[in-house]
């Protein structure tokens, strides 16, 4: 008896889950593929580097001259650092703003809620421009600070409402009756919002590191002082731009004794990636979660 005659869906058939098969795996290649040619190229030798025309795909050993070079206390090593402080102060602000303005905007009746909310909004449809973003930072003294770099962009509309969607679902009855116990609204917000908020904590913290750490905008702007480049400029000009890493650079090493341009332009590039993998893992299961939760009241 078929499928049609006892009304039993079997799936797709053999042929169309190996097309799927097949076409999942070209999309895993064309994204893997670049990515060990990358750690390949950072940790090959200067003759395989040289031989494979700049970029390798299976290095002939371990050579982890480039990554010494890049940490020797040149340039690399204190962008990174900067990023670092950048990445987490930056996030840190940007969730306590974030958090306290949206649990704000949750609350039937808090002062201005209203015309806040309407401005919030408003950053979603319209931005500033680049010029009037500039002018702004000079008249506050921001050039060639840090601060440049985090608190024009402390506060993102999207990361706001999200927060606001969730807390708006988190039960009344819960608040009322830590009211009634005595609790102020900061405590409340400590003591119980905070701790029932950890999936959207953790997805809008997500978004705000990345954005901090990947940013290389702002510092081309607001940043004329190279030793206060990020590592994502950094990774613009000697990657992007293929500008030549000298040995001052690099800490002061002898010229001879330097890695190929390639390896050390791969490590720089490995070197900006793994942070975010790293961090990912731990937050990513509570990824689903958090932005479900935040998404499904407006």
Same mark, same amino acid.
């Given at each position: 008896m078929s499928a049609v005659q006892t009304g039993i869906d079997? =799936?797709?058939g053999m042929p169309s889950r190996a097309v799927k098969g097949v076409v999942l795996l070209i999309c895993c290649a064309v994204v893997i593929i670049?990515?060990?040619?990358v750690i390949a190229t950072s940790i090959a030798s200067q003759e395989h580097v040289t031989n494979s025309g700049g970029f390798v795909l299976w290095p002939d050993g371990l050579n982890l001259d480039a990554y010494k070079a890049i940490f020797? =206390?040149?340039v690399?090593?204190?962008?990174?650092?900067?990023?670092?402080v950048i990445a987490t102060f930056g996030t840190l602000i940007s969730l306590?703003?974030?958090?306290?303005l949206a649990y704000s905007l949750s609350r039937p009746g808090s002062f201005g809620q209203r015309p806040i909310l309407m401005i919030v909004l408003f950053s979603l449809l319209f931005s500033p421009g680049l010029i009037p973003n500039y002018l702004v930072v000079k008249e506050f003294g921001l050039l060639d600070s840090l601060l440049a770099l985090i608190l024009p962009t402390a506060i993102s509309g999207f990361n706001v409402i999200v927060l606001r969607s969730f807390f708006m679902g988190i039960p009344d009855s819960v608040l009322d009756s830590a009211r009634i116990d005595g609790a102020g609204d900061f405590r409340i917000f400590w003591s119980i919002v905070l701790p029932l908020s950890k999936a959207v904590l953790a997805v809008v913290g997500l978004f705000y590191a990345v954005g901090y750490w990947n940013a290389f905008f702002n510092a081309m702007l607001y940043i004329n002082d190279t030793a206060k480049w990020p590592l994502q400029l950094v990774l613009r000009t000697y990657v992007i731009n293929n500008t030549e890493l000298s040995s001052g650079d690099l800490g002061g090493a002898s010229a001879d004794q330097l890695p190929p341009q390639e390896s050390i332009q791969m490590a720089i590039l490995v070197v900006s990636l793994v942070p975010i993998l790293i961090v990912y893992p731990f937050l990513q299961r509570h990824f689903a979660k958090g932005m479900l939760t935040g998404a499904v009241k407006g």
């Open positions: 079997d =799936g797709p670049p990515f060990i040619g020797n =206390g040149g690399v090593q204190r962008a990174l650092l900067i990023s670092v306590a703003g974030s958090t306290m």
